[in-house]
């Protein structure tokens, strides 16, 4: 089945530093990449969709300059959370699509990120 | 607005069945999704219904009536390890995914 790799799996830094988190599709092209975040027992929530050689869209509220995002190549998608405070953090998951229908996503493992 | 609609938590005991409802109104459909999430960790993929009807795959079914907006997965011959949130998720005309808020199902031994 669709595989997507996602790294790290968790991190713990100090506050003010910018945080990257790569999302992988293993053995399928995804022009379409997704990021959530989700905070403790509350639903997913979608923070901006990227298509491959383009600008990410961002969900209303995100703060593009906040998390930033590239996806660079078919297989590649990053998000990079720059100056990350206490309040960033969260569970983060990407998830990639195939093309084609139905597209189901396929998520990564996920990031837990610990801002101290 | 577009809205999904599934019961919050739900309980059931092992051995036995549990149907997870989910009802939506979204601007247009290109199918409907149902992912299982345990707890800190990332949603899985279970189903995709995008016709009338019901698949079924193992232990678990998903039906789908598109004029009554309206879906239910169904769990059979429960585990313990079922004890997880199950998301229902629409793509809508747009193929953007709508996500409903999850259906937590608690199994008791």
């Known amino acids: 089945g669709a595989v997507v790799s996602q790294h790290p799996s968790r991190v713990i830094c100090k506050s003010g530093t910018s945080v990257k988190i790569e999302c992988r599709s293993l053995?399928?092209?995804?022009?379409?990449m997704f990021w959530y975040r989700q905070f403790p027992k509350q639903s997913l929530m979608l923070m901006a969709t990227s298509n491959e050689g383009s600008k990410a869209t961002y969900e209303q509220g995100v703060e593009k300059d906040k998390f930033l995002i590239n996806h660079a190549s078919l297989t590649l998608s990053t998000l990079t959370v720059t100056s990350a405070h206490p309040e960033d953090s969260s569970f983060y998951i990407c998830s990639a699509s195939e093309t084609g229908p139905p597209r189901p996503q396929h998520f990564g493992d996920g990031t837990r990120l610990s801002i101290l | 607005g577009q809205n999904i609609d599934q019961p919050t938590e739900m309980t059931a005991t092992e051995g036995a069945i549990v149907q997870i409802n989910c009802t939506y109104q979204?601007?247009?459909?290109?199918?409907l999704f149902w992912y299982q999430q345990h707890a800190g960790e990332a949603p899985t993929f279970l189903s995709y219904?995008?016709l009338d009807g019901l698949e079924e795959k193992g232990r678990f079914s998903s039906f789908l009536s598109r004029s009554k907006g309206y879906s239910y997965l169904l769990l059979k011959e429960l585990q313990m390890k079922d004890s997880a949130s199950y998301l229902c998720a629409v793509l809508d005309s747009n193929y953007q995914l709508i996500w409903g808020a999850g259906t937590k199902l608690i199994i008791k031994p």
């Open positions: 979204t601007s247009g459909f290109n199918g």
């Open positions: 053995d399928f092209q995804a022009t379409t």
């Open positions: 219904n995008v």
